[in-house]
């Protein structure tokens, strides 16, 4: 095909394909965030109101900057949508239709390192972003929501939104994923975003105060992070805030108390139904 023909056939295709790509970004952030603010924030708040994990509340000012930022945010992520839909359709990034192409031990395994590898990106393009240098660049507007609420989930510079954006078409490159897999791993993105900005601890815990599943990041790890800013940087998992000694040291206890468990004594095993009593 010659090469002005194959330009105006791309740019047609762009053309059809880029306001669904940019209506389906802005729908996951307004349903995901949007969603969270009206469930936990607004309709349950009364009886999650024990599990608040600081007094205050975020102003409508500072929400009202989080969705505009949050809206050049959508934008940089549907122009990487974009690029992702013209890549397959050139054949440079393999994206199937049919979830069962590869098998369905393929399509979960598929979902679970999408979500995985992400983590781990996160955490270390978090990290990297905190150096003195490089945190006006890339990440002082989400930190000025001290206090942060769901609509802080998408609250980014531009360039920290273009760092976030560029991990689904680089996994592509070594992951042929299925849209149905790529769907699930950017809705669980944009909920869990949600949920950890939210300000209640939403997450169970054990006898002990401590979180039940406590391989997983809770609301009470990432309100630290917006807390105190030298911690806590890990997005879904604590593993890698545990290997690399980054944990925040006052998270069990911050925990418990969002929860309303005051923290057991050294020595006492919450799988002692005596211990717990004498503790209690």
């Known amino acids: 095909m010659p090469e002005d023909c194959l330009f105006t056939s791309l740019a047609r295709f762009a053309a059809d394909v880029y306001p669904i ?5 802005l729908y996951r952030y307004l349903i995901g965030a949007g969603g969270t603010f009206l469930v ?7 009886w999650l109101a024990r599990r608040k994990i600081r007094k205050d509340k975020p102003g409508w000012r500072q929400m009202g900057r989080e969705i505009l930022a949050s809206l050049r ?12 839909a013209v890549s397959v359709n050139l054949g440079l990034l393999d ?9 369905w031990p393929y399509f979960m395994a598929n979902v679970i390192a999408l979500i995985v590898a992400h983590d781990a990106w996160f955490y270390w393009t978090h990290k990297i972003m905190h150096r003195p240098r490089l ?29 976030n954006a560029i991990y689904l078409p680089l996994a ?28 209640y601890e939403v997450f169970p815990a054990r006898a002990d105060g401590r979180p039940l ?36 040291p006052l998270y069990y206890e911050r925990f418990a108390r969002a929860v309303g468990k005051p923290p057991l004594a050294k020595g006492v095993n919450a799988d002692d139904p005596r211990q717990l009593q004498k503790a209690g």
């Open 21 to 25: 790509i940019f209506q389906n970004d």
């Open 40 to 46: 936990v924030n607004t309709l349950l708040a009364g």
């Open 73 to 84: 945010t959508v934008m940089i992520f549907s122009l990487i949508g974009l690029a992702i």
């Open 95 to 103: 994206v199937y239709e049919d979830p069962a192409e590869r098998g």
């Open 135 to 163: 945190f006006g660049w890339f990440h002082t507007l989400h930190h000025r929501s001290h206090n942060p609420s769901p609509w802080t989930s998408y609250a980014f510079d531009a360039s920290e939104a273009l760092v």
């Open 172 to 199: 592509l490159i070594v992951m042929p994923s299925s849209i149905l897999a790529s769907f699930i791993f950017t809705a669980h993105m944009m909920l869990r975003n949600a949920i950890g900005h939210c300000g």
């Open 213 to 248: 599943f406590d391989w997983m990041t809770t609301v009470t790890h990432h309100d630290l992070h917006h807390a105190r800013a030298r911690t806590n940087f890990g997005l879904y998992l604590t593993f890698w805030d545990r290997v690399m000694g980054t944990e925040d």
